[in-house]
């Protein structure tokens, strides 16, 4: 049963939401100790939220009593929210973020903190201090990806209606989905109020929806998307009725395969399996045709990272120990006492990532890359621009391997971690929508086939997932 037919059923005068939340909150727990997606499971929150649904004199909502998960980078008034960082370890926000707010008041009932890499700093969801690493449902020794891989993981696990709200950097809410075998929806920068998001880099971070369907993601980003006065970012643009698209005739897309993004790097498995969905879709009509996006491959990665991890360095300064975050004995002048808290409570991929972007910022060198950086990412999103020009969306895969063992994650370099990012980063720096959909399986493991389109144009990118689907499913 999807999220549609679960609303419509949920409003009927017989059903509990009570009763059914209490048996959601069950099965969460079971499957949590098996695959360890959530951070904590809110039932508390979740029961006193079903009963006050069920005392309404008027059921309506279009999520009415709909169970949903909610990364833990985005706050919840009264729900322990930490970003997945020992450093925001008790940390209760006294209001909700505007885009879960949204969902609560079409009749959502969250119940549980999903599983990140610390700040959203990672591939892999192996990021992680305060808890167990999040497990792959295709395959136990395998990575959920990141750094919403806890979303992605239960999302393709939870064995009744369920949703989930990822936010995305760098890919985040992309890879996990290609890992997962799940639907992973990001919208432009913009489409989605920020307010009420513990940040990575503001000019970077998207909420968007994660879930087993192309509609049931559309319907999620539907609700959530709108300006918010609490956000100067979010954009007064007219929410589109993305939800409606599903079963989109193929002959109407215009799809441009990048081939840098099925050249070296990308293994053949996942290259064959992109491929083959490409073909499905254009035998059912679809006008195929190559497209080279050069600058985006050659320089995405390095002027991501720059403009990242400088944006996460100043955002991260805030926690020292005084005003935020966790609170250490007061000993020592200053320096010492905010360098003894950020070591402790920092992990070492954060320790890493605040010292290359305060580097990367600081007087003398700021002009040499931080700049510089900027404006390559002006020439990115022209290349992007043009391209779309011509096509309707531009389709490669999502991530250049299957989940990988977390055996073989362990060898890899931090380097070598990042360049993981390579299909993903791109859309991302340049604020494009994209959608990443299962394409089939390569060795027993889901492989994703991502879409994108310009800027505001949600509408083109669930229409290429849903035609996929169709063929796929």
Excluded at 157 to 175: L, N, R
Excluded at 211 to 233: F, H, N, P, Y
Aim: net charge positive; hydrophobic share 40%; glycine share 8%.
């Amino acid at each position: 049963m999807d999220a549609f037919r679960f609303a419509k059923e949920s409003q009927g005068k017989g059903f509990s939401v009570e009763h059914h939340t209490a048996k959601v909150l069950e099965k969460s727990e079971k499957l949590n100790k098996r695959f360890h997606h959530l951070k904590l499971i809110s039932s508390d929150y979740a029961v006193k939220r079903s009963k006050e649904l069920d005392r309404q004199g008027k059921r309506s909502g279009r999520l009415f009593g709909l169970p949903v998960s909610v990364k833990d980078c985005l706050c919840i008034k009264g729900i322990e929210s930490t970003a997945g960082s020992k450093i925001l370890s008790g940390y209760l926000p006294v209001s909700t973020a505007t885009a879960v707010k949204k969902l609560e008041e079409e009749g959502a009932v969250v119940i549980a903190k999903t599983a990140q890499d610390e700040f959203g700093f990672g591939t892999f969801s192996t990021n992680i201090l305060e808890q167990k690493i999040p497990l792959n449902p295709f395959d136990l020794e395998r990575s959920c990806g990141g750094s919403s891989g806890g979303s992605a993981g239960f999302t393709a696990v939870a064995d009744f209606p369920h949703v989930s709200v990822g936010e995305s950097t760098g890919g985040s809410i992309a890879c996990p989905a290609s890992f997962c075998g799940v639907v992973g929806l990001t919208p432009s920068y913009g489409r989605v109020s920020r307010h009420g998001l513990i940040d990575y880099a503001n000019s970077l971070d998207k909420i968007g929806a994660i879930a087993k369907t192309v509609r049931e993601a559309a319907l999620l980003l539907e609700l959530m998307s709108g300006k918010d006065e609490k956000d100067s970012t979010s954009l007064p643009a007219e929410a589109e009725k993305l939800s409606e698209l599903n079963g989109t005739d193929a002959k109407k897309l215009r799809v441009g395969v990048v081939k840098e993004f099925f050249g070296a790097g990308i293994s053949s498995g996942v290259s064959k399996v992109a491929w083959n969905a490409i073909k499905q879709l254009e035998s059912e009509g679809a006008r195929v045709e190559e497209v080279s996006l050069p600058l985006n491959a050659k320089f995405g990665i390095a002027a991501y990272y720059l403009i990242a991890l400088s944006e996460a360095s100043t955002n991260l300064a805030r926690y020292c120990g005084m005003r935020y975050g966790v609170h250490e004995k007061l000993e020592g002048n200053f320096d010492e006492y905010f360098s003894m808290v950020r070591s402790k409570n920092f992990s070492k991929e954060s320790k890493r990532r605040i010292i290359l972007g305060t580097f990367a910022r600081m007087a003398g060198f700021r002009g040499a890359y931080y700049v510089r950086a900027m404006k390559a990412r002006t020439k990115l999103v022209e290349e992007f621009r043009k391209a779309f020009k011509s096509f309707t969306v531009l389709a490669h895969p999502t991530m250049p391997l299957v989940a990988p063992k977390f055996s073989e994650i362990e060898k890899l370099s931090p380097l070598q971690q990042y360049s993981m990012d390579l299909c993903t980063v791109p859309a991302n720096l340049a604020g494009l929508p994209h959608i990443s959909v299962n394409a089939g399986k390569s060795s027993g493991m889901p492989v994703g086939l991502m879409f994108s389109a310009d800027h505001l144009h949600e509408k083109n990118v669930v229409s290429a997932a849903a035609a996929l689907e169709a063929v796929v499913a």
